[in-house]
């Protein structure tokens, strides 16, 4: 019989891989809904504590982490007990800790939920994954979805997105509960690219309320960065539909406008006075955005795509100008047609 979907029984585990905030709260949205976790993390006492408290003081603290979510430090046997695989890993830390155990992931599914992209060869999550294990079945997990929202019960969406229909309808399937709604979507690049690109805008954005900017300027901040990551996207070959959805336009607003968004965070210690470094040792964790400013920067050149706040924004982080500066120059600049795939005749 071909394999097709989710056909395990309940007693499978399914794994997600790391530790850190989003990686706890999905382990425990799949625990809700009846499933055996095996959560792995590198770290023995991280691990430890969880088993103890059923708590993850570092990253979700106050949370309760239920009896179904199994802690583990085994990643080869974490691999071996499970078909279903999400991978909440930093996107620096990815490669090097999936890569041994290549052989391994032969014809699982894995599901990508990380926001990153790899310096080396403007590479997403989905392709280094692609690329260690070119048999596995593969896809993105992305959307408006903050983890301690998450992990409290917030309504939330997010979308599933693959060219493999049945592993869209095994994640749907394992994930879809009370608060937690799932849509699935083919435009894999898109959506993830979507979930990568957002998060440099958001540290934008948190400068902008930290300087007390109006509400109008940050609307116009989150307007125009849709614009520029579409264009981006489109550029590459994602679907400009795409970024009307929950994984473009829906992550860019939570992003850009909530104080629990870690990259918002970052941007608004930035905001505040703050180096780069002293912002993001604040946090205490990774903030995607940092690391995705200077490969976009160089991608959008070498594409020859107009990015004009991501320039802004690279000058600031990185070439010592205010964002009182940056945003005189943005408002010198000829002002173009406001949305690139309408025409300005109407059709």
């Known amino acids: 019989m071909a394999y097709d979907g989710f056909h395990m029984t309940r007693q499978q585990p399914i794994a997600v891989l790391g530790g850190g905030s ?20 590198r770290d023995a006492e991280q691990a430890e504590s969880i088993r103890r408290l059923r708590q993850n003081p570092r990253y979700l603290k106050g949370v309760e982490i239920l009896v179904q979510v199994e802690p583990t430090t085994d990643l080869s046997s974490t691999l071996d007990a499970c078909e279903l695989i999400f991978v909440a890993l930093p996107s620096s830390a990815l490669r090097q800790a999936l890569q041994p155990f290549a052989a391994q992931l032969g014809g699982k599914m894995l599901v990508s939920t990380t926001k990153g992209i790899e310096a080396d060869g403007f590479m997403l999550m989905s392709q280094i994954l692609e690329q260690i294990a070119p048999q596995a079945r593969i896809g993105v997990l992305s959307g408006p979805n903050l983890a301690r929202e998450v992990a409290e019960h917030a309504l939330t969406a997010t979308v599933v997105a693959s060219q493999d229909e049945a592993l869209c309808r095994s994640v749907q399937q394992v994930l879809h509960g009370r608060t937690f709604r799932v849509y699935a979507s083919s435009d894999r690049f898109g959506v993830e690219l979507g979930g990568a690109l957002k ?27 849709l614009a520029e990551m579409t264009r981006f996207a489109v550029k590459l070959g994602a679907n400009p539909m795409t970024f009307l959805g929950l994984a473009g336009v829906g992550d860019l607003i939570v992003t850009c406008t909530s104080q629990k968004s870690r990259n918002f965070q970052v941007g608004f210690a930035l905001g505040e006075g703050l180096s780069l470094d002293e912002a993001v040792s604040r946090l205490g964790e990774v903030a995607e955005g940092v690391n995705t400013i200077k490969v976009l920067k160089c991608k959008a050149e070498e594409l020859q795509v107009y990015m004009p706040l991501v320039a802004g924004l690279h000058a600031i982080l990185f070439e010592g100008r205010t964002l009182d500066q940056i945003i005189g120059v943005l408002m010198r600049g000829e002002p173009k047609t406001d949305v690139d795939f309408i025409s300005t005749d109407g059709f």
């Open 199 to 225: 998060n440099v805008y958001a540290i934008m954005a948190g400068m902008a309320a930290a300087l007390g900017m109006g509400e109008n300027t940050r609307s116009m901040l989150i307007t125009r960065a």
């Open 22 to 41: 989003f990686g706890t709260a999905i382990a425990n949205l799949l625990a809700e809904n009846g499933h055996h976790v095996l959560l792995w993390m």
